[in-house]
């Protein structure tokens, strides 16, 4: 008698943990996405998951671990720039007129040779977390469908990627370490060191604007689903002379306006909004976050008339696309650019693209060109489809 009141208790006990344990998860996790559909990632879903950082099945190698020397995109043209000096946190970050003069040198260079409509210059800042996901971007542009050729040329080859927007690229690494590693692999948000990537960027953009050359300000951990410059060239029309054309945050108040992707146009409203913006982040190092500064001067046409539009979020998205199921996705139009600003930490930018199939290096951190194209040709039949 004794013993089975003993194995009742036990069974008891054993049931109520089981039940309280699948309610808890219920409950507590239903705020997770759902698990995307993976039939446009790869052509046997349950055969093989998505590659990735941290979702890898083919091993994961740390940046430290080895560094692949070849090079695996020949005369890909992409510009790195790496003399800023590293920054010392409790220092104001100065940069240097040598640097300043091969920073505009180069970005002239550029803008005379760029092929891309408006002749735009795209421009980042990166610091030495963001080197993998810029070497993702930098397989995702080059994996784009490049321009239909000139009539009388021949077509293009399969195996040869987007050299107009890759060699229009301008990258600024605050460490020498970071564009060595972007050169040999390529041939969080408040810290102190995003702070001044942040006040690094606003002085760069406003000599870009300065030297009256016209650019596409992005980020590193974007995903680009489609070629935009065409759709970037036609935002500035002769009725609406806009200066700069700004992201969307997908949330409601007084921070509309983000700072994740900025259009630049050759104008001296352009020259007053940007030389305005590192005035005051240079003025005050307690002022941090550029976002209040540009929807400040943005809302108040800042000198007389400064004209700043926006992108629609079904154009230029940000990180609440990667968030949705596929029937949410496919019942909007697909955005040209997703931004993956839902994540502070790198490693979760990381495996969220990842997760969703757009993480296009190789265990080695190479360029994967076929798996890249192979996935934004998928996701462009499937774009279509939604727009109809």
Request: with cysteine.
């Amino acid at each position: 008698m004794f013993g089975r009141a003993v194995w009742r208790l036990i069974s008891g006990i054993l049931f109520l943990y089981i039940a309280v344990h699948l309610a808890f998860n219920h409950f507590d996790l239903r705020w997770m996405p759902p698990y995307p559909d993976l039939s446009f990632v790869t052509d046997s879903p349950k055969k093989k998951k998505p590659d990735g950082p941290l979702v890898s099945t083919d091993g994961f190698l740390r940046p430290d671990e080895g560094v692949n020397k070849t090079e695996i995109l020949p005369n890909s043209g992409v510009q790195f720039v790496d003399a800023v000096p590293k920054p010392k946190l409790r220092q104001r970050l100065k940069i240097s007129e040598d640097f300043l003069n091969k920073f505009k040198n180069v970005a002239k260079r550029l803008h005379r040779s760029t092929t891309l409509p408006a002749n735009f210059v795209l421009f980042t800042v990166i610091n030495k977390a963001f080197v993998n996901v810029t070497m993702n971007l930098l397989c995702n542009l080059y994996a784009l469908p490049p321009p239909p050729p000139p009539a009388k040329s021949k077509k293009w080859q399969k195996n040869v990627g987007n050299l107009a927007l890759t060699r229009a690229v301008l990258v600024v690494a605050l460490h020498e370490q970071s564009c060595a590693e972007l050169r040999a692999k390529w041939h969080e948000p408040n810290s102190p060191r995003h702070k001044q990537l942040m006040k690094v960027r606003a002085n760069l953009m406003a000599v870009l604007s300065e030297t009256k050359i016209p650019f596409v300000m992005f980020e590193s951990d974007a995903i680009w689903l489609q070629n935009p410059m065409e759709f970037f060239a036609k935002q500035q029309t002769v009725l609406d002379d806009a200066n700069v054309v700004l992201s969307l945050n997908s949330i409601k108040g007084q921070q509309r306006l983000g700072a994740n992707l900025i259009i630049a146009f050759a104008n001296n409203g352009t020259r007053r909004l940007l030389q305005e913006l590192r005035r005051q982040l240079n003025q005050d190092e307690n002022l941090l976050d550029q976002e209040v500064i540009i929807n400040q001067l943005c809302h108040s046409q800042f000198g007389g008339g400064v004209l700043c539009r926006q992108f629609s979020l079904l154009d230029i998205s940000d990180g609440i696309w990667l968030r949705l199921s596929d029937g949410e996705r496919l019942a909007r139009r697909w955005p040209l650019i997703v931004h993956n600003n839902f994540y502070t930490q790198i490693e979760d930018k990381m495996a969220r693209q990842a997760i969703n199939g757009f993480w296009f290096l190789s265990s080695k951190n190479s360029c994967n060109l076929s798996k890249a194209q192979r996935i934004l040709e998928k996701y462009n039949k499937i774009s279509q489809k939604s727009g109809e």
